[in-house]
């Protein structure tokens, strides 16, 4: 066996047909994760990024090229109404070189939710085992160790604790961290243990080839035994198209995100009456608490510590309640999220360095849709129940109670006119916010759902073992086919249920 | 519940250009207002008129008077990102900042363009958009004030003034490339 290699397309756009046994179009946990299981049992395996590939001194720490340069849309993703900022990765490792490195698994409790109310049979806790397993063997997943625990995080613990409510130091998948701080534009040191680090080069040891900056835009003949697929050659930063060809492939494997496989769908009028809808977006909305101490917040992991203490499991809806989570980013991201300005916005920055700030994380309901624009471009619509905007309000007041009682002089929710809380009386202000659109600092990091798998082709857009309905051996391993939250942290899930995947697809020859 | 949330931003932005054009056939006079575009050097994608529209959206949001940072850098920066984005969006953006331009005769009946309002009444202005009860205004306030932030605090010519010391490893450049 040959070993594979990764090539940048956009030096050399004039690229001719190609045939492959298998395409895998995204090579984030889950794309990678098939490449590296397919390739070592010997298959032809083909890897489509749209995203370069960066590492090492490539990952500046700086925020206007790294989102211009790591995620979707050059980080400016939003819903259609852009009252939600939709963070995806597209980059060589996809969205996990750019997430908080938090390890969350799939628990015995989703499986079985799965199984109970959308007959997902195959899912069983005992058939996911060797791949959750798995999963976290990739991760390397350890406990953060209390000596990288910063005081931001322990900030929000020691306010957690004083007011009684529950929390854990996270899971992470961190290898000779440095706690340079900046984990949200990517690791220059290689600590993080993504995709990139792990099972892509497994994949290009076993034979796999990587395409970077290989855009996939419309699958044809998905009943035939050969596909046709279109690719685009995009330029060295990723804007524009310049060049593009086919590949012709007997197995397809999407696996380009939430969103993107089901775009890629959608573009390919492939899919029945389920693609495009069931999408979740777990929205996270942000607070900042303002401290007279020096926090120094942009240095050490910033994601440790989460206050669990309104997580919850519901019967009927799954994952639920919410989860606290600390955070912190790079100087332009953090001023991106506080409505303010003139002198206003230095004042409210010159405090920077004495700023803790947290995530609400909320597991909703599946109620938004890809679409597309009329250019074809993607179309996030989503509705933001009434239970959703509930559920932040009682986070926010939680996270304002932490901080205060850590010692914070204010704490803020950076509403379009900001909600500012000095004591516990002041804490009805957070429930008098309606969260009327494009009023708040809203997140989604951990989209699923838009090709939803069932049991039947009645109920959603994929079979169990990713089969799209309708098609020949076109498959979808990503979490657009998770049915509700998996996790309040996705990349550890994908990775389980791409591997269980991966497996099923082996097993059929 | 705001009365205008129904609209989708393109439908709003088509929406307020019909206005525009509809006030312009009434008024005669509104195009002038602009006066004359101004001889800008080195643009990619913006026109003279709307790269003024976008120095001066950079002066209200940021307080560029005690910075080290011009509105000039700032808005052929977004000129730059412009080069690089797809078409919608460049017509979005391009139509947005016709209509903050126009947005003092348009909301408030004023017979003055933003871009020739005091610094004071410009901040003004702006904050009514930042805060309307409008969806889409606040969206246009959003969409320009994530890209001037992100840009004016990720120079490094901006970190001793909020005390960050950049980014840990290695030296990092002065400065990002000019896109």
């Known amino acids: 066996m040959s070993a594979g290699a990764i090539h940048d397309l956009s030096s050399d756009p004039r690229q001719g047909e190609r045939s492959v046994d298998v395409l895998i179009i995204g090579s984030g946990c889950a794309g990678a994760t098939a490449a590296r299981a397919l390739a070592r049992a010997g298959r032809e395996v083909l890897v489509l990024e749209e995203g370069g590939d960066l590492t090492g001194q490539k990952l500046t720490q700086r925020d206007g090229r790294m989102y211009d340069q790591l995620y979707q849309d050059r980080g400016g993703r939003m819903t259609s109404d852009l009252t939600m900022a939709v963070l995806q990765g597209r980059v060589l490792g996809g969205s996990a070189v750019i997430n908080a490195s938090d390890v969350v698994p799939l628990s015995d409790e989703v499986l079985r939710f799965w199984q109970r109310k959308h007959g997902l049979t195959d899912y069983s806790v005992e058939h996911l085992e060797p791949h959750r397993h798995q999963a976290l063997a990739d991760l390397r997943a350890t406990p953060i160790p209390e000596e990288q625990v910063n005081r931001a995080n322990r900030l929000l613990r020691e306010g957690a604790a004083k007011i009684g409510a529950k929390g854990e130091v996270m899971l992470n998948n961190r290898v000779g961290c440095q706690g340079l701080g900046t984990c949200l534009i990517g690791c220059p040191i290689g600590a993080k243990q993504n995709p990139r680090v792990v099972a892509i080069p497994d994949a290009l040891a076993a034979g796999a080839t990587f395409l970077c900056r290989a855009r996939a835009v419309r699958i044809d003949d998905a009943s035939a035994e050969l596909k046709r697929v279109s690719v685009r050659v995009l330029d060295a930063n990723g804007y524009h198209e310049v060049g593009g060809f086919t590949v012709r492939a007997r197995v397809v494997i999407m696996a380009a995100s939430a969103v993107n496989s089901t775009q890629l769908v959608l573009r390919s009028g492939l899919g029945n009456q389920h693609a495009g809808k069931h999408l979740s977006l777990q929205p996270q909305l942000g607070i900042v608490a303002r401290f007279r101490e020096q926090v120094t917040p942009f240095r050490g992991i910033p994601q440790a510590y989460a206050v669990t203490e309104g997580e919850r499991f519901d019967d009927e809806r799954g994952l639920w309640g919410f989860r606290v989570e600390a955070i912190m980013g790079t100087p332009g991201i953090i001023a991106s999220l506080l409505p303010r300005l003139g002198a206003e916005v230095m004042g409210a920055m010159a405090a920077y360095p004495q700023l803790a700030a947290s995530l609400v994380l909320v597991p909703d309901e599946p109620s938004g849709t890809v679409g597309l624009t009329k250019a074809g471009r993607v179309r996030i619509d989503y509705e933001h129940k009434d239970n959703h905007k509930e559920r932040l309000r009682e986070g926010a007041k939680l996270a304002a109670r932490c901080y205060l009682a850590a010692g914070a002089y204010e704490v803020e929710v950076p509403m379009h006119r900001p909600v500012v809380v000095t004591s516990e009386r002041d804490l009805a202000l957070i429930d008098a916010i309606p969260f009327e659109p494009c009023t708040a600092p809203l997140m989604s990091a951990h989209q699923q759902g838009g090709l939803r798998m069932a049991a039947s082709e009645a109920e959603g857009a994929c079979a169990q073992n990713g089969l799209l309905y309708g098609t020949r051996d076109v498959y979808c391993f990503d979490a657009a086919l998770y049915p509700s939250s998996s996790s309040s942290h996705t990349q550890a899930p994908i990775l389980a249920t791409a591997s269980f995947l991966s497996e099923r697809l082996l097993a059929k020859g | ?179």
Request: no cysteine; hydrophobic share 50%; proline share 6%.
């Open chain 2, 1 to 179: 519940m705001d009365a205008f949330s129904f609209l989708r931003r393109r439908t709003f932005l088509k929406l307020g250009i019909a206005g525009l054009a509809g006030l312009g056939a009434a008024g005669g006079a509104l195009w002038s207002m602009r006066g004359q575009a101004p001889a800008v050097a080195g643009l990619k994608v913006l026109d003279g008129h709307r790269f003024a529209t976008m120095k001066a959206i950079a002066e209200a949001q940021l307080p560029l008077e005690s910075a080290a940072v011009t509105s000039d850098h700032l808005a052929r920066m977004f000129d730059g990102f412009l080069q690089g984005e797809h078409d919608e969006n460049v017509a979005d953006l391009a139509t947005a900042l016709l209509l903050v331009e126009f947005g003092p005769l348009i909301f408030e009946g004023r017979f003055v363009t933003f871009s020739h309002l005091a610094l004071e009444d410009r901040r003004r202005h702006w904050r009514g958009w930042m805060e309307s009860e409008l969806a889409l205004r606040r969206q246009v306030a959003l969409a320009f004030r994530k890209f001037l932030h992100v840009v004016f605090f990720d120079d490094p010519k901006v970190w001793p003034a909020i005390g960050y010391p950049g980014p840990s490893l290695w030296g990092m450049p002065a400065e990002e490339p000019t896109p």
